[in-house]
């Protein structure tokens, strides 16, 4: 799973083009934004507007009930329905609920979580970019929180860009 999150690192300097879901329920609580999916998606966008991956955001759960974030880089938006189109700007047409930020480069990738006996648990991720914080937590239903002040208590830190 290491080589995983060090390969999402790599997302700092690229774009947040959406956040994608079969369906995503949306929350306003005070100032932020709570957005709940199952199996959300991250596309994301180099400087390049065709070179797009998207991140399939999972969890586990061991044995003893500790949850684990789960990313997963592909190049299409599976498992969401989409159809291909031949467009310069964009690859994919997707058929479910989206959500986007007007402001949307990643300045900042952390990942959070705790250590076991051998192993470090990615329990949540947080991206900070150019007005927001978006953190992204583990559970049976993923929440993704869109916050203007950096999200706190999130367990230990594992890694930062």
């Not at 999150?5 to 079969?22: C, P, Q, V, Y």
């Not at 500790?66 to 964009?90: A, G, R, S, V, W």
């Not at 952390?110 to 991206?127: A, H, P, Q, R, T």
Request: aromatic content about 10%; overall charge negative.
């Amino acid at each position: 799973m290491q080589q995983v999150w060090e390969r999402f690192k790599t997302i700092k300097g690229s774009f947040l083009a959406g956040i994608f879901a079969n369906k995503l329920d949306t929350y306003k609580v005070n100032k932020d934004l709570i957005l709940h999916s199952v199996e959300p998606l991250l596309c994301i966008r180099k400087t390049n507007l065709s070179d797009l991956k998207y991140w399939k955001i999972d969890w586990i759960e061991d044995n003893i009930g500790d949850d684990f974030l789960l990313l997963k880089e592909q190049k299409t938006p599976e498992p969401i329905e989409y159809q291909l189109i031949d467009d310069p700007k964009q690859k994919h047409i997707i058929m479910g609920s989206s959500f986007s930020l007007q402001s949307d480069l990643i300045k900042n990738v952390s990942g959070y979580g705790f250590k076991d006996s051998n192993n470090e648990i990615l329990s949540c991720i947080v991206l900070e970019l150019e007005d927001v914080f978006i953190s992204i937590m583990t559970g049976a239903v993923i929440e993704i929180k869109i916050t203007e002040e950096e999200p706190d208590d999130l367990g230990s830190i594992i890694f930062t860009t």
